[in-house]
Antibody, heavy 125, light 107 residues
Framework: QVQLQESGPGLVKPSETLSLTCTVS??????????WSWIRQPPGKGLEWIGY???????NYNPSLKSRVTISVDTSKNQFSLRLISVTAADTAVYYC?????????????????WGKGSTVTVSS | DIQLTQSPSFLSASVGDSVTITCRPS??????LAWYQQKPGKAPKLLIY???TLQSGVPSRFSGSGSGTEFTLTISSLQPEDFATYYC?????????FGQGTKVEIK
């Protein structure tokens, strides 16, 4: 079955750039049936959708982060990545990558059915 | 952005109880709603999509209903492994948003 695994630094300094990669195994990031997403969860808080990328490279971002975030896909490596610039302590969170699929029945009913285990990122000097 | 308000935020129940969690969007979203379960230190797990469709492998004691501006997640007979935090998510529009969560604890 499809599995996702996040990787990247666990500690980032304020004002620097957070970079994470999600490696897809058991499936292909080039599938036209899925969107590849990033979601984060600050300590003790709820879930926040960051955005997603399609295999073609098209993206959709949360407006609250849009000026600082880039999500990209590398089909040759079967990976997709998150880049968040100018981080502050407020960006400290567990970052999850996830696959967003859909069910069509008179409309596209999307859902996130496969998740990585999460990567804890702390922003601190 | 569409805001999702879950109630209650915290629920204490016993094994075997039937529990219901409500999710109310700030505007109508037809049936574009999913439910997730999250246990401490783990990633969320998809339970239900399209408001009422059970994800493959999820026990039938979980059920979802509703449309528009009110949705419910019901666990018909609470099992020890069901004690967790539950989130609703709207997929009607961007940005995707989640409810604040409902924590179900053992009484």
């Amino acid at each position: 079955q499809v599995q996702l695994q996040e990787s990247g630094p666990g500690l980032v300094k304020p004002s620097e750039t957070l970079s994470l990669t999600c490696t897809v195994s058991g499936g292909s990031v080039s599938s036209g049936s899925y969107y590849w997403s990033w979601i984060r969860q600050p300590p003790g808080k709820g879930l926040e959708w960051i955005g997603y990328v399609f295999y073609s490279g098209s993206t959709n971002y949360n407006p609250s982060l849009k000026s600082r975030v880039t999500i990209s896909v590398d089909t040759s490596k079967n990976q997709f990545s998150l880049r968040l610039i100018s981080v502050t302590a407020a960006d400290t969170a567990v970052y999850y990558c996830a696959r967003e699929g859909y069910y069509y029945a008179s409309g596209y009913y999307y859902y996130m059915d496969v998740w990585g285990k999460g990567s804890t990122v702390t922003v601190s000097s | 952005d569409i805001q999702l308000t879950q109630s209650p935020s915290f629920l204490s129940a016993s094994v075997g109880d039937s529990v219901t969690i409500t999710c109310r969007p700030s505007q109508g979203i037809s049936s574009y709603l999913a439910w997730y379960q999250q246990k401490p230190g783990k990633a969320p797990k998809l339970l239900i999509y399209a408001a009422s469709t059970l994800q493959s492998g999820v026990p039938s004691r979980f059920s979802g209903s509703g449309s528009g501006t009110e949705f419910t997640l019901t666990i018909s007979s609470l099992q020890p492994e069901d004690f967790a935090t539950y989130y609703c998510q709207q997929v009607n529009s961007f940005p995707r948003t989640f409810g604040q969560g409902t924590k179900v604890e053992i009484k």
